[in-house]
C-alpha cells in the first residue's frame, strides 16, 4: 500500500465542542442504522440485498460536516453512511430499504439509489462509478448558476478502474469546478484486493490532471473532516476540484450475503481493524482523553440513537407498500 | 402551445441544419439555462456546420467544446440538467451512442423513477444516424432501437425541416431525457419552416401524404424514401399513405393503426437494422391493432443485418430503397 504521508492537520482547536458530539451522534447513527440493516436482512424482512457502510463512518460524515445543507453530494452502492451523515432521515430510509411508500423514492429505489433532494444528495448509484459524471455536472451547474454550492462525488477505490471518472477528472480540472473527488479505499473491490486491480499510484491519477490530492486516516474523523473542510472550502473559494483518498476498512462483506469471506481476506485482518482502527471508539477515547465528553454522555447519545434506530425500523415495518398503480408512474416526468 | 395544424406548404424555405440551429438560437434566448456541450460545438460549429454562429451569439460559456469523452460529457450533462440547468449534448455520431450508453440508460433514463418522482433530467441528446456517405462501419450506423428500447428516454427522428425545428424547441423544454436523431444526409435539405413561434407535440405522427391503397410509415429520412416510392406507385395506381411517427417514443399507435386499418396494407420502413428494430416494433404494433384489417403481412424495410460496409457498391444494398419499397408495395397490394 503505498500510503505517502497521512495527513493529520485536523485543527483541533477549531473544532468545537458541539461539532464533536454532532460528529460522534452521526456516526453512531450510521452504525445503527446499518446494523439494523443487516438484522433486516437476516430475518429476511428485507427485499433483496444491501452493502454496509459499517467501519467507514468516520468519511461520510467527517466530509459531509465540513458541507452545507445546499451542497451536493453523489454516493455509491454502499451509500447509507452519506445519506445519513447529509442529513436524511432514519425513519425514511429504512422505508426505501424495505420497499415502502414512505421511504425517500416510494419504494422504487431501494437501498442502492436513495436520493435526498432536500439535503443535496443526489443519489446513490449502483453502477461503479456511476455518481462521477452527475457530481461533476452538478458542480458545472454551480459554476454556471454561481451559487456557490461544492459538490463532494464518494466512490470506492473500486471505481478507479472506471474510465469516466478520469473523462470528468479532466474536465473539472480544465473549467476549475468546485467538487472534492472522495475515495474510500476500503481495500476490497467486491472480493478482490485492490492491489490485484490498480496500478501505480491513486493520487499520481489526480496530480496527472492537476488535480490537488490529499491523503488522509479514514478511521479518523478529525483527519477526515479537516482535510475535507479545507479542500471543500478551496473549491467553494474558486480554487478548482480536489482529491481527497480516505483510508478505511469495510467490516462487512461485499454485500450482506457475503459472509464466508475467508477465501479473499483472513478474520485476522478483520479483527485488527475493528478492535484498533474502529472511528467511533477511537474518536470516543480521543474525547474522553480531552475530557470534551464523559462516558455517561456517550451512553446518553448511544441510547438516544438506539431508540430513534429502533423506532425508524418500526415506522418502516408498519408502512404500507405501494399501491400497484404506482408501478407506471415517475417514468416519465 | 403546440402547434396542431398541417405543415405550411408554402413560405420561407431553410435547410434542415438552420432549422435546428434557429430551434437552439431561439431556446437559448428564451432560457439562461439552456446550454450546448459537445465537441468542436463552438467556433467550429460541429463538422456539419449544423451549431456555426452559436457561439458568437452566446459564448464560450453557453456553447462549450468539450474534450473528446462522449460518456463523461454525457454524465456532466445528467448532473447538470438534475441541478437546474438544460444541457444539450452533442454526440457528434449516433455510433459514438454506443460510448454514452451507461449515462443515458442507468443514469438518465432511470433517475426520475428511482427517485420516486424526486428528480428530474431534462437532457436533449443530439446526435445523428444514417449511412450512404462511404463513412464505413463506425460512422454510419442507424441506432435508435437501442435507446427506443428503454423506459424513460424519449426519442425524436425529425424528417423535415419544419418538424425538426418544432420538435426540437418541445425536446429542450421537456422535462425529461429526450434523444433526438437528424439524418447527416438531410442537413442541407430545404422545406418551409415559418418565422413564428411554434412548437410539435411528442407522439403525434404526421401524415406526410394521404392515401387509400397501403400505409408506408417512414423515419426520418426513410419518409423521403417512402414518398419517392409512393410517387412511383401512383403511376401504376396504388395510392400510398405516407405516416411519419416523429418520435418513437412516445409512439403514436393510435394513428399508426387507423391508417393500417384503412388501407388495409402496410410496410414499415426504418434505417435501423432489421432485427429486433424500430421497425419490427412498429410493424408488430400495426400487426396487434389492425390485424383484421389487413389483407396481408405487415413488411419491414430497413437496414441490411451487417455492419455497413464502406465500398459504395456494397453499402448502397445495405439500405432501404424507394425501389426496394415499390417492389415490396406492388406485391403486398397484389399487383403485377
Known amino acids: ?35 439494523r440493516a443487516n438484522e433486516l436482512y437476516l430475518s429476511a424482512k428485507m427485499p433483496g440485498l444491501t452493502h454496509l457502510y459499517l467501519g467507514e463512518e468516520a468519511i461520510a ?36 430499504l424495505l420497499g415502502r411508500v ?42 454556471m448558476l454561481r451559487s456557490g454550492r461544492v459538490t463532494v462525488c464518494f466512490f470506492g477505490e473500486g ?23 472522495t475515495c474510500e479505499n476500503n481495500m476490497y473491490s467486491e472480493y478482490t ?39 471543500v472550502d478551496r473549491a467553494r473559494n474558486g480554487g478548482g476540484p480536489a482529491f481527497l483518498l480516505c483510508h478505511t476498512y469495510r467490516y462487512h462483506g461485499h454485500h450482506v450475503g457475503d459472509v464466508n469471506r ?39 447519545i448511544q441510547q438516544e440513537v438506539e431508540t430513534e434506530a429502533e423506532n425508524a425500523v418500526q415506522f418502516a415495518l408498519n408502512a404500507p407498500y405501494p399501491d400497484p398503480s404506482e408501478v407506471n408512474q415517475h417514468v416519465y416526468a | 402551445m403546440h ?68 460518456a463523461g460529457i454525457t454524465g456532466i450533462g445528467v448532473g447538470a440538467a438534475i441541478t437546474g440547468m438544460r444541457p444539450v449534448i452533442d454526440i457528434m455520431f449516433g455510433d459514438f451512442l454506443t460510448l454514452v450508453m451507461d449515462q443515458l440508460v442507468n443514469q438518465a433514463a432511470k433517475t426520475h423513477y428511482m427517485s420516486g418522482g424526486k428528480l428530474r433530467v431534462p437532457l436533449v441528446v443530439r446526435t445523428t444516424l444514417g449511412a450512404t456517405r462511404r463513412s464505413a462501419a463506425q460512422h454510419s450506423q442507424s441506432l435508435q432501437a437501442w435507446v427506443s428500447h428503454v423506459p424513460g428516454l424519449k426519442v425524436v427522428l425529425p424528417s423535415t425541416p419544419y418538424d425538426a425545428k418544432g420538435l426540437l424547441k418541445t425536446a429542450i423544454r421537456d422535462d425529461n431525457p429526450v434523444v433526438f436523431i437528424e439524418d447527416k444526409l438531410m442537413f442541407q435539405d430545404k ?26 410509415v417512414g423515419t426520418s429520412s426513410m419518409v423521403s424514401v417512402a414518398l419517392k416510392a409512393s410517387d412511383r406507385l401512383a403511376q401504376i395506381g396504388i395510392s400510398a399513405e405516407v405516416v411519419d411517427p416523429r418520435t418513437t417514443s412516445p409512439l403514436d399507435i393510435e394513428t399508426l393503426v387507423q391508417s393500417a386499418c384503412k388501407t388495409g396494407h402496410a410496410i414499415v420502413i426504418d434505417e435501423g437494422h432489421r432485427a429486433y428494430g424500430v421497425a419490427a416494433e412498429i410493424a408488430s404494433v400495426i400487426a396487434e391493432g389492425a390485424f383484421y384489417y389487413l389483407d396481408a403481412p405487415v413488411r419491414r424495410i430497413a437496414a441490411m443485418d451487417v455492419p455497413v460496409p464502406f465500398s459504395p457498391v456494397l453499402e448502397d444494398l445495405t439500405v432501404p430503397t424507394p425501389e426496394a419499397v415499390f417492389s415490396a408495395a406492388k406485391e403486398l397490394c397484389g399487383v403485377k
Not at chain 1, 451509500?79 to 425513519?91: E, M, N, P, S, T
Not at chain 1, 431501494?110 to 448509484?125: K, P, R, T, V
Request: aromatic share 8%; charged share 25%.
Open chain 1, 193 to 231: 484486493h485492490y492491489s490485484e486491480t490498480t496500478a501505480g499510484s491513486i493520487l499520481a491519477r489526480a496530480a496527472a490532471f492537476g488535480i490537488l490530492g490529499e491523503e488522509v486516516d479514514g478511521q479518523d474523523v478529525r483527519a477526515v473532516y479537516g482535510s475535507a473542510q479545507r479542500l
Open chain 1, 262 to 300: 475467508e477465501y479473499y481476506r483472513s478474520k485476522t485482518e478483520e479483527e485488527e481493524w475493528k478492535t484498533n482502527r474502529d472511528p467511533i471508539a477511537l474518536f470516543r477515547a480521543w474525547l474522553l482523553d480531552e475530557k470534551l465528553a464523559t462516558d455517561a454522555q456517550f451512553e446518553t
Open chain 1, 102 to 143: 414512505p421511504g425517500y423514492c416510494r419504494g422504487k429505489g431501494g437501498s442502492m439509489h436513495i436520493a435526498d433532494q432536500e439535503h443535496g444528495n443526489l443519489g446513490a448509484n449502483a453502477i461503479v462509478g456511476g455518481g462521477a459524471g452527475i457530481a461533476t455536472g452538478a458542480a458545472l451547474s454551480s459554476k
Open chain 1, 159 to 181: 471505481a478507479l478502474g472506471q474510465g469516466i471518472l478520469y473523462e470528468v477528472m479532466n474536465m473539472a480540472s480544465l473549467w476549475q469546478l468546485p467538487i472534492v473527488y
Open chain 1, 1 to 35: 500500500m503505498s500510503t505517502g504521508q497521512i495527513s493529520m492537520t485536523a485543527n483541533d482547536q477549531q473544532l468545537s465542542l458541539e461539532l464533536c458530539l454532532r460528529m460522534l451522534r452521526q456516526m453512531l447513527r450510521i452504525r445503527a442504522f446499518d446494523r
Open chain 2, 3 to 70: 402547434e396542431t395544424m398541417t405543415p405550411p406548404v408554402a413560405g420561407r424555405e431553410i435547410t434542415f441544419a438552420q432549422a435546428v440551429n434557429e430551434a437552439l438560437t431561439e431556446e437559448m434566448r428564451r432560457d439562461e439555462s439552456i446550454f450546448i456541450m459537445g465537441e468542436d460545438v463552438a467556433e467550429a460549429g460541429t463538422p456539419f456546420k449544423v451549431l456555426s454562429g452559436l457561439v458568437e451569439k452566446f459564448g464560450t460559456e453557453r456553447v462549450i467544446d468539450s474534450p473528446i469523452s462522449e
Open chain 2, 191 to 216: 422545406g418551409v419552416v415559418p418565422q413564428e413561434e411554434y412548437t410539435l407535440e411528442f407522439g403525434k405522427a404526421d401524415i406526410k401524404r394521404e392515401g387509400e391503397h397501403i400505409t408506408l
Open chain 1, 61 to 96: 460524515v467527517g466530509v459531509c460536516e465540513a458541507l452545507k445543507k445546499e451542497d451536493y453530494i453523489t454516493s455509491t452502492h454502499r451509500g447509507h453512511g452519506h445519506c445519513v451523515a447529509k442529513g436524511a432521515r432514519l425513519d425514511l430510509m429504512f422505508a426505501e
